[in-house]
């Protein structure tokens, strides 16, 4: 079952702030972060690991809340450059506590930046 | 260029026939794995290799799909008897797997290879 990213659409002017959100029914091992924009490939922006852990590079960060089995990315001051699609991949735990980057994709959020 | 390559980028096929895809992951990368995607949609699993096995193919779409790793390196994708379907981007990703748990796995795409069934 693929995870539920909210809201689908966000529309901002640069400058401006959002917040995309991922929810899964099952327990994860880690949520993993993709922009991509049209007719490109996914990329990378960070890897989440449980334990409840909160990442940053320069004005995008995420957080992973393990108990909730949610995570948020955080994009402030938007500039241009973000405007794609954002995807959340959740990796659910193998047997022993390992993982092999099994990705289940969420339904990805659209995010328009104009000037 | 370091990253994951595909090729080819874009192939347009008849309906019925058999088209493969090559992928070279990144050079130091055990992993590699194949997903699909169609318009709208996020990235699909399809299967996975460690080095030149292939740990899980249980969400191959078919027994028409097939993947192989055969000296661990580059990797294929072959679609027999291709159908409309079967229309999609199919991406390639690579990682370098740790022996250690809670490492996590940081995965990078390749551009994908956009099929076209006609």
């Known amino acids: 079952q693929q995870p539920v990213q909210s809201p689908q659409a966000v529309i901002l002017r640069e400058g401006e702030d959002a917040v995309i959100n991922c929810s899964s029914s099952?327990?994860?091992?880690?949520v993993h972060w993709y922009r991509q924009k049209h007719g490109e490939a996914p990329v990378f922006l960070m890897i989440?690991?449980?334990?409840?852990e909160q990442k940053g590079h320069d004005k995008i960060s995420a957080s992973f809340n393990e108990k909730k089995q949610q995570s948020s990315l955080y994009l402030t001051a938007s500039q241009l450059s973000y405007s794609g699609t954002y995807f959340c991949?959740?990796?659910?735990?193998?047997?022993?506590?390992?993982?092999?980057?099994?990705?289940?994709f969420g339904q990805g959020t659209i995010l328009t930046v104009h000037p | 260029d370091t990253g994951v390559s595909q090729d080819p980028r874009h192939k347009i096929t008849k309906r019925g026939q058999n088209v493969t895809f090559r992928c070279d992951p990144i050079?130091?990368?055990?992993?590699l794995y194949w997903y699909r995607q169609t318009l709208g949609q996020g990235p699909e699993f399809l299967t996975y290799?460690?080095?030149?096995?292939?740990?899980?193919k249980s969400r191959l779409l078919s027994d028409r799909f097939s993947a192989e790793r055969p000296k661990g390196s580059f990797s294929t994708l072959e679609i027999q008897r291709t159908e409309q379907g079967d229309s999609a981007m199919y991406l390639c990703?690579?990682?370098?797997?740790?022996?250690?748990?809670?490492?996590?796995?940081?995965?990078?795409f390749g551009e994908g290879s956009w099929l076209t069934v006609v």
């Open positions: 990703a690579s990682s370098l797997g740790r022996a250690s748990p809670y490492s996590g796995n940081t995965i990078y």
């Open positions: 099952k327990a994860l091992y880690s």
């Open positions: 989440l690991l449980k334990g409840g």
């Open positions: 991949g959740t990796e659910e735990p193998e047997a022993g506590g390992t993982s092999y980057g099994k990705l289940t």
């Open positions: 050079s130091e990368h055990n992993r």
């Open positions: 290799f460690q080095n030149e096995a292939q740990l899980e």
